[in-house]
């Protein structure tokens, strides 16, 4: 195995038998037209490590098979706001790939994150031209596109109640929860007071347990049961 260090952080890529044991159980290769496994790689990013620092072009297009990331985005006037997840299954670079210029987000590891790396000075034209790959890519954007929607109809059609619970589901690392509360109230268009007082009830129901600066979940399926109400919906 081999590591990076860039700007803090560290990043592991798989060497030999670790690496060809993820692409035998993971494999990604039915969603191209054309064999990618000879200079793909596998990456591993510890809890909150920057997998793309935001405003540097990535060189990979990355393929999440593990764990959960947020992409953040820094506006004119410093402030800055979370704007999306990123979970197993999903594309990261995907803008990058399809535009030269376009104004790279941050994506930060919310969890131990695994991901497929596709090289794009290997891949890019291969991908552009693949028919197959760019229909899987094109779902993927109009499912992305489709939950951006639904986020802002949701914070009219739900308490907060329903749409904290989903987002402790969305970052928490296994049983620990420790989102920046401002972060929260800025994503979720809430009052820092509504936030601790939705947090407090779920501590009073036995959801959540306060220890310290983090919240541990007690009831997964408690929170699980408010969020599910914003899925079916």
Not at 61 to 67: H, T
Request: proline share 2%.
């Amino acid at each position: 195995m081999r590591y990076l260090i860039f700007l803090g952080w560290i990043m592991e890529i798989y060497k030999n038998e670790k690496r060809q044991s993820y692409l035998k159980e993971y494999s990604i290769a039915q969603l191209f037209s054309f064999p990618i496994e000879e200079f793909i790689e596998v990456h591993e990013y510890k809890r909150d490590e920057w997998i793309i620092q935001e405003g540097m072009r990535p060189d990979f297009l990355f393929y999440v098979i593990e764990g959960k990331a947020k992409t953040y985005v820094t506006h004119q006037n410093g402030k800055v706001s979370l704007i999306n997840f990123i979970n197993a299954n999903d594309y990261i670079g995907e803008m990058e790939l399809l535009h030269e210029v376009y104004n790279t987000k941050g994506i930060q590891t919310s969890t131990k994150t695994i991901c497929f790396a596709l090289p794009f000075h290997r891949y890019r034209a291969q991908m552009l031209e693949d028919a197959k790959f760019l229909r899987e890519l094109t779902k993927f954007l109009s499912i992305k596109a489709t939950k951006f929607s639904a986020k802002y109809s949701q914070s009219l059609a739900f308490p907060l109640e329903n749409r904290l619970a989903d987002f402790i589901l969305q970052t928490a690392d296994g049983e620990v929860y420790k989102e920046k509360h401002v972060t929260v109230c800025d994503f979720l268009g809430v009052s820092y007071r509504h936030l601790l007082h939705v947090l407090a009830q779920f501590c009073d129901k036995g959801y959540l347990q306060k220890e310290g600066r983090h919240y541990r979940i007690q009831q997964h399926n408690s929170l699980y049961e408010l969020a599910e109400m914003l899925r079916n919906k």
